[in-house]
């Protein structure tokens, strides 16, 4: 793209940034609104709701749960995805093709199917519905999430570098956590992050299966009839910039590594 | 497929090793398999079990098991608004979504490529709303289309809008809403082709073809259809079963009731579960007959 | 040591023999390797040569454990270890590709193989050989911080540092510059000499094969073509193959038409050329013989008969090349062909030119008599393996074992 195309295109993008940031600027506007009941109206600038975050009834408790879900959840997919990764890219068995479409099957799921099924499946089994089963359920999901990232990472490990782990007197568990792990820790933290935001900021699949608990979306979304408390918006907003962060932190670290590396070339 | 881009690691280097079998293989396995099994093969059957069933002849409200497929029929008969809507919506959405998504993900990864920074910054902005929940970010756009809000008064002094019509609560705003929710979705799987887009196929382009137009149709396209196959794929399901968007609550109203609203009312409300049941496995068998035609004719098998 | 452990018992105190017997290794579709028997003393250097694909590396990782041969078995000093795990064995190898880990240190790497054994002092022993490949001061780095000669010098590092009964080095040297070259093979002789260990050095640079090695095997399409030492295998090449891979070689064919018990002569087109009987693998029918060009003196005139020597002539210089210390000449013989000459600059007079009429002669103790015959097209022995319905019915083949398990 030349000339005129090349400026389109940026005006163009720097449009759809604006477009994409819009509502993360009114949400983070909104936790300073001065409001009383409903947070709808713009009425003043306030500190107060970021101090006072957990006086808002229930919100904390919401975000507590979200956050041990999200942990777990993570913990268990990104742990039963890697091995299948594993599994997947380097052993050859049976049902294999098989197996891939069990794990593609779920991300080909509309979250309400798989929420509705759970939540059938755990009706039938008589299990009571709470965090224990939203945490089943966000597993599920994550798990072929993994599973396509961390392959992706194990397929482009370089098989030599095994293979002098082996020559060099390793065992073969030795060569799993001194060598492959290692190496795939990149693609792990990739999936457990990617693992996290899904099962954070999950509302259909847990609507189905919380039962009485509470998490942050879904108390966004009984809350949202009755007027948001500018205290959500503190805890998202909050959420967002530590997110934010701590990429931003990643990027430039990965950036200065970059140049320290050209310099010692 | 390039759901990797969320990981942002690099497409493969070296050749794989060679698979061999191993009882590792299976211990590697199982767990994952098991849970997948049970936490989600057996739903499905609970679902096609649940989807046959009856209202028990005894007590109101309880249903027992039957041969009943009169339930998918009966649900068609009485949602098929609902259900040509969804596709539609999802369509609608998924199309507006890549006229956004396309030249954004284009930027980022061939237009930006000389800032290395400015390209891992524009990266963030557009993974940026994941970090926000989802239904904040409706919500904002509720409020920011509510009689109140600022387009409503801009477009009414202008005069384009009548007094007292609102934009929530239309078709426009559903696949609005839609449509934002679901663009990182489209311009990740994009980026992650383009950025790995070798910069000489273009000059080689505009060397043998001349205008960039050409370059970009015989060149650029090509290249990148696997990220526009997963980016169409990873928008189009999740925006066919979602039921935020078009809810009362958030920038729906009754006449813009998706199939996912019908399926969370009959099951969390109207507690009519075969025919929530029904419903989700038809729509699940529309995405998958959708989803198998599209990889056919994109000719790319291997989805994972 | 016992087969199942890991060999911890300190450096190898000297090299081990290698034996190969009968070693097969077969890819799906493709004979890379084909009932090879080597035999490599305790001790000894020993360089493989060979084109490109033929199966050097193939045979390294065998050796190593890295890949399991199809047939046949391995013995290292005696034992036979065919059904050891690669991380059991007594030997370490030296990549092609370096395969250096590049989540550690420069150290961390060369001290990798002594932690894995349990040696105490593994991080004072890492820093001694990098200083043995000059390489010390970037010890805290990380390989991709390295260029591509140095990262080879650091594979090359971590491998000797274990001091294993059998290094197995595939083209360690091939990314270095010549005057680092040379330095390291001269260290890396050393090491072998010091230790007495046993190296199977694989390397494209035949001078490097033939200075360092004390036993030369000539590798062509998974078969061993002749081995032995470097200057046997130079003088006395048994194949066309060797002859014209390992230096240049002029080769005629022809009909042997007498034989005494001291030479053969054959018929190569109307020119007669004598052979040592004990020179020439053959000795009757149609043989190949062959002279290499620096033994081949040119003549302006025809040479006064000589019953030590062969000639021919009268032919015609087409090319001259001038390299310094050397010129070589292209002469062609009407009915025998062109024939390569190698002349010592030693005085300025002795310059020929192009164009000008030659005759040819060399000693007829320097000329060589081959097993096989120079111009008839080598006998392919994967041919039926490339066939595309070898591969279909390799394929199906494969196909059918998956089904039946599934
Ligand atoms: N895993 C494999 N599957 C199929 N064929 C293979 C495999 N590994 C090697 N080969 C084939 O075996 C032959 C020998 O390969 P090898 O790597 O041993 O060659 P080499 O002599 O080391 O060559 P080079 O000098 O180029 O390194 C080659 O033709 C190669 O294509
Ligand atoms: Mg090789």
């Known amino acids: ?265 | ?304 | 040591m016992t087969n199942n452990e890991v060999p911890k018992s300190g450096f190898a105190e000297a090299g081990a023999d290698l034996e190969l017997v009968g070693i097969t290794k077969r890819f799906p579709g493709f004979t890379a390797i084909e009932e090879l028997d080597l035999t490599i003393p305790a001790g000894s250097f020993f360089a493989l040569l060979g084109p490109s694909g033929c199966g050097k590396t193939t045979t390294l990782r065998l050796i190593a454990g890295l890949e399991e041969p199809t047939a046949g078995r391995i013995l290292i000093g005696g034992k036979d270890v065919t059904a050891t795990k690669a991380y059991q064995r007594p030997v370490n190898t030296v990549f092609q590709s370096y395969a250096l880990f590049p989540h550690m240190t420069i150290l961390q790497n060369v001290a990798f193989g002594l932690k894995r054994r349990g040696i105490t002092n593994a991080d004072a022993l890492a820093h001694e050989a990098l200083q043995l490949v000059e390489l010390d001061h970037v010890a805290g780095r990380k390989p991709t911080q390295l260029s591509g000669g140095q990262q080879q010098r650091v594979a090359l590092a971590r491998a000797v540092v274990n001091r294993p009964a059998l290094l197995l080095l595939d083209e360690p040297l091939g990314a270095l510059d010549l005057k680092l070259r040379r330095q390291m093979q001269v260290e890396l002789k050393d090491i072998q000499s010091e230790v007495g260990l046993t190296f199977l050095h694989v390397t494209h640079d035949q001078e490097e094969a033939m200075t360092m090695a004390d036993t030369v095997a000539v590798m062509n399409k998974g078969r061993i073509e002749q081995m032995g030492p470097p200057q046997e295998l130079y003088e006395l090449p048994h194949t066309a193959f060797v002859a014209k891979f390992l230096g240049q070689s002029n080769l005629f064919t022809g009909d042997v038409v007498s034989t005494s018990s001291r030479t053969l002569v054959i018929d190569a087109a109307g020119s007669k050329i004598e052979v040592p009987t004990a020179r020439a693998q053959r000795h009757n029918g149609r043989i190949t013989v062959g002279v290499r060009p620096e033994k081949v003196t040119l003549h302006d005139a025809a040479p006064v008969a000589d019953s030590g020597r062969n000639v021919i002539g009268p032919g015609r210089i087409t090319d001259v090349s001038f390299s310094g210390v050397s010129t070589q000449y292209e002469v062609t013989v009407p009915h025998v062909g062109a024939i390569t000459v190698f002349a010592q600059n030693t005085s300025i007079s002795t310059l020929h030119h192009d164009g000008d009429t030659v005759w040819l002669s060399w000693a007829i103790d320097h000329a060589f008599g081959l097993a096989d015959e120079a111009d008839a097209e080598p006998v392919s022995r994967f041919h039926a393996d490339l066939d595309t319905s070898m591969i279909a019915v390799q394929s199906r083949k494969d196909l059918e074992a998956e089904l039946e398990e599934a």
């Not at chain 1, 782990?165 to 999936?191: C, E, H, K, N």
């Open chain 2, 1 to 304: 497929m390039a759901f990797t881009a969320f990981a942002g690691t690099a497409t493969a280097v070296a050749e794989p090793a060679p698979r061999r079998r191993s009882p590792i293989a299976l211990l590697l396995l199982l767990p994952g398999i098991f849970y997948l099994i049970l936490f989600f093969v057996t739903p499905l059957i609970s679902l096609v079990i649940t989807s046959l069933q009856a209202p028990d002849p005894l007590i109101f409200g309880q249903y027992v098991n039957a041969f009943n497929w009169q339930n998918y029929v009966a649900v068609l008969e009485q949602y098929w608004p609902q259900a040509i809507r969804s596709a539609g919506y999802a369509a609608l959405a998924t199309l507006f979504a890549l006229l956004i998504g396309f030249p954004l993900a284009y930027f980022i990864g061939i237009t930006l490529r000389p800032f290395p920074l400015l390209q891992s910054l524009a990266l963030v902005l557009v993974i940026a709303p994941f970090f926000i929940s989802f239904l904040l970010r409706t919500l904002a756009w509720k409020q920011i289309f509510s009689v109140e809000g600022p387009v409503a008064g801009i477009l009414s002094s202008l005069g384009a809008l009548p007094p007292g019509v609102s934009i929530t609560g239309t078709t426009f705003s559903v696949v609005f809403g839609l449509t934002y929710n679901f663009i990182p979705f489209m311009v990740l799987p994009i980026y992650a082709t383009l950025v790995s887009l070798d910069l000489r196929l273009l000059e080689a382009g505009n060397d043998l073809y001349g205008s960039p137009a050409t370059t970009f149709r015989t060149v650029t396209l090509p290249l990148s259809a696997a990220g526009v196959m997963s980016g169409t794929l990873l928008t189009f399901i999740p925006a066919a079963g979602d039921y935020i968007n078009a809810s009362r609550e958030f920038l729906g109203a009754t006449d813009t009731t998706m199939i996912g609203n019908v399926i969370e009312a009959n099951f969390l409300v109207l507690q009519n579960f075969p025919a929530a049941a029904a419903l989700s496995l038809i729509l699940m068998a529309f995405i998958l007959v959708l989803v198998a035609a599209y990889v056919k004719r994109s000719g790319t098998e291997d989805l994972l």
């Open chain 1, 1 to 265: 793209m030349k000339g005129f195309g090349k400026y389109a295109i940026w005006a163009y993008s720097i449009m759809a940034f604006v477009f994409l940031l819009i509502p993360i600027a009114y949400t983070v506007a909104f936790s300073f609104n001065d409001s009383r009941r409903t947070n709808i109206i713009w009425s003043g600038f306030t500190l107060e709701n970021w101090l006072t975050v957990c006086e808002a009834q229930g919100v904390c408790e919401a975000f507590g749960n979200s956050l041990l879900i999200g942990v777990a959840a993570t913990i268990l997919a990104t742990t039963l995805g890697t091995m299948i990764a594993i599994a997947l890219v380097r052993y050859r068995f049976r049902f294999r093709n098989a197996t891939t479409l069990l794990i593609f099957l779920p991300m080909a799921t509309p979250e309400v199917v798989l929420g509705a099924g759970l939540a059938a499946q755990f009706l039938q089994a008589g299990v009571p519905k709470g965090i224990g089963t939203v945490i089943l359920a966000h597993t599920l999901f994550c798990l072929s999430f993994v599973v396509v990232t961390v392959r992706s990472r194990v397929v482009s490990l370089n098989p030599a570098l095994e293979e002098a782990g082996r020559d060099l007197y390793a065992s073969p568990v030795q060569v799993f956590w001194r060598i492959t792990f290692p190496m795939l820790l990149p693609g792990i933290v990739a999936a457990a992050l990617l693992s996290f935001a899904l099962s954070f900021d999950d509302f259909i699949i847990t609507n189905f299966n919380r039962g009485a608990d509470v998490t942050f979306p879904s108390y966004i979304y009984t809350a949202a009839a009755r007027g948001i408390p500018a205290e959500a918006n503190v805890i998202a907003s909050a959420v967002f910039f530590l997110a934010i962060a701590l990429v931003l932190i990643a990027q430039l670290s990965a950036a200065a590594r970059r140049r320290q590396l050209a310099k010692a070339a």
